[in-house]
């Protein structure tokens, strides 16, 4: 059996609330990774799965429980630099909001560019030959690497993320409703391309999405959190055909959110 | 960090570029006159038809002329190389000030807005308390204990113009903060020092410039008046607003030149970077 490449034990998160206990986002969650899988957090807003994805690479500090990522301890945030780059290299993010995710004055080669710097002692004309090659795998064209963020779009934005994320070659990618803000056409481009870098890479992903359509198309398996608790888990294909739990089949006949049209839900839900 | 052109900062588009420069003539104007005004003042000695401290008897209160194309003062200096050579202490003290109380102003507000919590409720509140001297008094007190001159105002003010950039700053900072790119910039494993001065800063500067051009009229403003009072810039030493209190007794014998001409060198330098302010307020509005 080889080892999971993220393996989270009873983590909990509360949020200390001013005259009142505090308020548990996460509630003794355990789960496991393995190498090139992609595994789906599903839940609305506020089911406390976004604050699982920010403690996982080290954003927010467990209250308790275990995170541990390529087999090292990083149930805690990084102190030291070194620590934080370590983590950086194996556990990468891509955010919901491609449009604030990127600093605005920053080209997105620039962008690619800093990232490899931070990490990789490579001579300049290493580096660049990288950055050719991420944007190229992500779809970026010359004009778009050159240009700054508010010369893109929605889905170019959340491509050049991608990029960025993808540029330390981490193990793990933790997708926070990374197509949640993109419309219906764009969506399924990035998700495209998510499909097509696991294909090629030895990375796995962290999908976390209300999205059950999003969920279906990247994920083999996956759990659904309601008030900070793993409520139910399982395949991809039994959540979301055979959900058990009332909640998991509350959320297959509802949830409306940021790019979910009547029809699209139909879809999502008959397919 | 290497300086590789097509990968480090790459200038904006031309569209953009032009809208900086072309669109705002006033801006322009602003900016043409504050780097005439620094000109002159470093190239003082090149330019001024005369030795500023050169005292004529004879050529007392004279009125324009070729020899003196603003005339001379009440003991025959000639008035516009006073005003070129004073360009210099004048604009130098409120500099100063500038730089100290926007470094020191920016520093506060950086790592406040980054640690927030208990580190940003302390700061503000020693912020608090430094809003209730009023600079002008604080200014004071230092000459009263260290001396007249320009080196305790200039102290003086810095620390009292520091809360006022950094709370303005501070606000900005906190905004930046919480954009997702800087958790981005976390999640990469960057430390903070390095977001701080690679991310935060260079997004906040638009605002730092015009907290900057705000404060240097204040000061040249503050500066000015202690000078004026005598307890900044001490005579002979030429300095607008020394020679604002210097050409009062000629107000009187109908020869205002000295007085006029200096204070109105302080209220165009005043004048243009309150412009300057207001129009980069425009800018980073837009």
Same mark, same amino acid.
């Given at each position: 059996m080889p080892e999971p490449v993220v393996a989270v034990e009873d983590l909990r998160k509360e949020f200390p609330v001013p005259g009142a $206990? %505090?308020?548990?986002?996460?509630?003794d969650v355990s789960f496991e990774l393995e190498r090139g899988e992609s595994l789906a957090v599903i839940g609305e807003s506020g089911s406390g799965k976004t604050t699982l994805a920010r403690m996982l690479v080290g954003l927010e500090t467990p209250t308790a429980g275990r995170i541990e990522i390529d087999g090292e301890d /990083?149930? /805690? $945030? %990084? /102190? /030291?630099a070194r620590e934080r780059l370590e983590r950086g290299r194996r556990i990468q993010l891509v955010f919901q909001n491609p449009y604030s995710s990127l600093d605005r004055r920053q080209p997105a080669r620039a962008c690619i560019a800093e990232m490899l710097d931070l990490h990789f002692g490579l001579s300049p004309d290493e580096r660049d030959a990288r950055v050719r090659e991420l944007c190229e795998q992500v779809g970026l064209d010359e004009r778009q690497a050159g240009a700054l963020p508010r010369a893109l779009s929605g889905g170019q934005r959340q491509r050049v993320a991608i990029a960025r994320a993808l540029a330390v070659r981490p193990q793990v990618l933790v997708l926070?409703?990374?197509?949640?803000?993109?419309d219906v056409s764009i969506q399924a481009q990035i998700l495209n391309l998510l499909a097509d870098i696991r294909a090629q890479e030895d990375i796995s992903y962290i999908v976390v999405s209300h999205d059950l359509a999003v969920v279906r198309q990247i994920s083999d398996k996956g759990f659904v959190m309601e008030h900070g608790r793993v409520v139910e888990r399982g395949s991809t294909v039994d959540l979301l055909d055979a959900p058990q739990h009332p909640y998991t089949q509350l959320l297959r006949r509802s949830v409306p959110g $940021? %790019?979910?049209?009547p029809q699209r839900r139909q879809r999502g839900v008959h397919a | 960090m290497s300086g590789a052109l097509p990968i480090e900062r790459v200038i904006p588009p031309g569209a953009a570029r032009r809208r900086l420069r072309g669109r705002d003539p006033l801006l322009a104007g602003c900016v043409v006159v504050i780097a005439a005004l620094v000109l002159m003042a470093l190239l003082a000695p090149l330019i001024a !038809?005369? +030795? !500023? +401290?050169?005292?004529d008897i004879l050529a007392a209160n004279e009125g324009s002329s070729l020899s003196h194309p603003l005339g001379t003062d009440s003991v025959g200096r000639d008035i516009l190389s006073r005003i070129i050579h004073g360009a210099r202490l004048s604009l130098l003290g409120p500099a100063l000030v500038v730089v100290a109380a926007t470094v020191g102003g920016v520093a506060v507000a950086l790592v406040t807005a980054w640690r927030g919590g208990r580190v940003d409720t302390v700061a503000s509140r020693v912020l608090d308390i430094l809003f209730a001297f009023p600079g002008l008094i604080f200014a004071i007190l230092a000459v009263a204990m260290f001396g007249t001159g320009l080196v305790a105002p200039v102290i003086a003010l810095s620390i009292a113009y520091l809360p006022y950039i950094a709370r303005v700053i501070r606000s900005a900072a906190i905004r930046e903060r919480a954009l997702p790119y800087v958790e981005a910039c976390q999640v990469a494993g960057m430390s903070p020092l390095r977001i701080c001065w690679r991310h935060l800063l260079p997004n906040l500067l638009p605002y730092v410039a015009v907290q900057a051009a705000v404060s240097f009229g204040y000061a040249l403003v503050d500066l000015s008046a202690l000078s004026y009072l005598g307890l900044g810039v001490q005579p002979p030493s030429a300095e607008w607003g020394r020679m604002v209190a210097d050409g009062q007794a000629a107000i009187l014998n109908g020869n205002p030149e000295a007085s006029l001409y200096a204070g109105m060198a302080i209220v165009v330098t005043v004048l243009a970077f309150n412009l300057l302010a207001d129009r980069l307020v425009r800018r980073t509005a837009q």
């Open positions: $206990p %505090g308020l548990v986002a996460v509630d /990083r149930s /805690r $945030p %990084g /102190r /030291r926070d409703e990374a197509v949640a803000s993109l $940021p %790019g979910w049209t | !038809p005369h +030795d !500023p +401290d050169a005292s």
